[in-house]
């Protein structure tokens, strides 16, 4: 129920939905460990920013019917989030591999054929112009104020995004366990129905087999009165004699 209902919402859907609730949680752990380690304003911003866009994502996901634009909105806020973490978050000795992880959830799992690979080449450019922005432009980077700090924010996200990973692997697998469970009811469902259609019209075929038997001899018995009553009254009376030839054609029809 958290992330719908494998009858009504396909995969994909309910993976999006997945991703964004548990981009809105790392979110609020990720906050609380700046606000409790002190980082800088800015730190604390790209947190609370990942936060709303999580949980407003995953309100938006389980309201919408088709989530593609809110897909690709998703991979765009998360990319310039991306970019703003790197600068204020000490670039590449900061904690950027959070982000990393949903770009990549977005990427591999909810985009497919060419937006796979667009929003993959987007990724790698958006890294490459990072770190080469870093190399010669280091004092652009906000460092952490301490050692210490860093160490803290280091030893607190690696967790996280190690939990982060496991859990969207988890989920996307539960999710698809659902998916097929489901199809796999509906299969046996229509397996049962056919069967039981098969067998009622085996039942008719055997009815009507009965039933035409039953007539096919009584005609042969009522012709054979026929013949025998023609026979009997001979030409004596033409009126009844018609009627006979009439009852008789009417049999042969039948």
């Known amino acids: 129920a958290l992330f719908g209902d494998p009858t009504t919402v396909d995969l994909d859907h ?18 609380i460990e700046n606000l409790v380690i002190g980082t800088s304003i800015l730190m604390v911003a790209a947190s609370l920013a990942c936060t709303a866009a999580g949980l407003l994502g995953y309100w938006a996901a389980r309201r919408s019917k088709k989530p593609a634009r809110l897909k690709v909105a998703g991979f765009l806020f998360f990319l310039a989030l991306l970019i703003f973490s790197w600068i204020t978050q000490a670039g590449t000795n900061g904690t950027i591999g959070y982000y990393f992880i949903l770009l990549g959830s977005f990427a591999m799992v909810l985009f497919k054929g060419a937006g796979k690979l667009v929003s993959l080449l987007v990724t790698v450019a ?22 210490w700090e860093r160490f803290a924010d280091v030893a607190t996200a690696l967790p996280l995004c190690l939990f982060m990973s496991a859990t969207i692997i988890h989920m996307v697998h539960r999710e698809y366990q659902r998916e097929k469970a489901a199809k796999d009811e509906a299969l046996r469902l229509m397996t049962n129905e056919k069967e039981r259609v098969e067998t009622a019209m085996q039942e008719k075929q055997r009815l009507l087999a009965v039933v035409s038997h039953d007539i096919a001899n009584a ?4 012709q054979g009165e026929i013949s025998l009553t023609r026979f009997a009254t001979g030409s004596d009376r033409p009126t009844h004699a018609l009627d006979l030839d009439r009852m008789s054609y009417a049999c042969t029809n039948i």
């Not at 490459?128 to 050692?147: G, I, K, N, R, V």
């Not at 005609?219 to 009522?222: E, G, K, Y």
């Open 14 to 31: 309910r993976v999006l939905i997945g991703i964004m609730f548990l981009a809105g949680v790392t979110g609020i752990c990720s906050t």
């Open 219 to 222: 005609l042969t018995v009522l």
């Open 126 to 147: 958006t890294v490459m112009a990072l770190l080469l922005l870093e190399h010669h432009f280091p004092t652009a980077m906000l460092l952490h104020a301490s050692a």
